[in-house]
């Protein structure tokens, strides 16, 4: 009997984590390297959800506690077209998904590990 880990959608379950993975590690890079609205300033991103057909991905966040989220919330809104025009440049896709942040958790302004 055949596993069902082995059947044709693992490969594609696969390519999807990996897509993800990458997206994430790279608007990991462009928060810490190149966005500069203080707002997102100490705000981590936790996962991303990327929807079946690609076209949508969930940005799930954590912020720095004290933090206003409304405050990080509208910075993300200020940042999507900015971030999503890096990762783009930076990550191969055949379609850019649009980009959707999904507030996680507050975090120690003093951790400094990524997620």
């Known amino acids: 009997m055949r596993n069902v880990k082995d059947g044709p959608g693992a490969a594609g379950a ?41 076209k949508v991905a969930r940005v799930h966040y954590a912020v720095p506690r004290a933090r206003p989220r409304t405050a990080v919330d509208r910075a993300f809104t200020r940042a999507a077209g900015f971030l999503r025009g890096r990762l783009a440049e930076g ?18 302004p003093a951790s400094s590990d990524e997620g």
Do not use: C, M, N, W
């Open 14 to 54: 696969h390519r999807h984590q990996r897509v993800e993975a990458s997206i994430l590690e790279e608007l990991r890079s462009v928060l810490r390297d190149d966005v500069t609205d203080p707002e997102l300033e100490g705000v981590r991103l936790t996962a991303i959800v990327l929807s079946p057909d690609s």
């Open 91 to 108: 990550v191969e896709l055949k379609r850019t998904p649009d980009l959707r942040f999904v507030y996680e958790a507050e975090i120690d």
